[in-house]
């Protein structure tokens, strides 16, 4: 019914980018708040990044900084662009949706498959 789709994940090097796009399919009229988590090995999975619809965010402590989250409203898109990469945000990344008003009704929440972004030299 609603697909989350992520892209953008790979290896990269400490003090590098990375994008993170996210983009949400289905019968989609809306979407209330849209944002990232992501787990490392042995860890819960955590908020990275989240944003309303109407463009409030918030950002983990570890985060702040250096990680930007927005959206296009219009797409049904989310974006994480992460600069000054270090060690411990190795991680997967996961895109999250909640409040999705739907053709077909009112999807609670949904999540992307994941994609895994390593940050090592």
């Known amino acids: 019914q609603v697909q989350l789709v992520e892209s953008g994940g790979g290896l990269v090097q400490p003090g590098g980018s990375l994008r993170l796009s996210c983009a949400a399919s289905?019968?989609?009229?809306?979407?209330?708040?849209m944002g990232w988590y992501r787990q490392a090995p042995g860890k819960q999975r955590e908020l990275v990044a989240g944003?309303?619809?109407?463009?409030?965010?918030n950002y983990a402590d570890s985060v702040k900084g250096r990680f930007t989250i927005s959206r296009d409203n219009a797409k049904n898109t989310v974006t994480l662009q992460m600069n000054s990469l270090k060690p411990e945000d190795t991680a997967v990344y996961y895109c999250?949706?909640?409040?999705?008003?739907?053709?077909?009704?009112?999807?609670?929440?949904?999540w992307g498959q994941g994609t895994l972004v390593t940050v090592s030299s």
């Open positions: 944003i309303s619809s109407g463009g409030s965010t």
């Open positions: 999250n949706a909640v409040g999705i008003v739907t053709a077909q009704g009112i999807v609670s929440a949904a």
């Open positions: 289905g019968s989609i009229f809306s979407i209330n708040a």
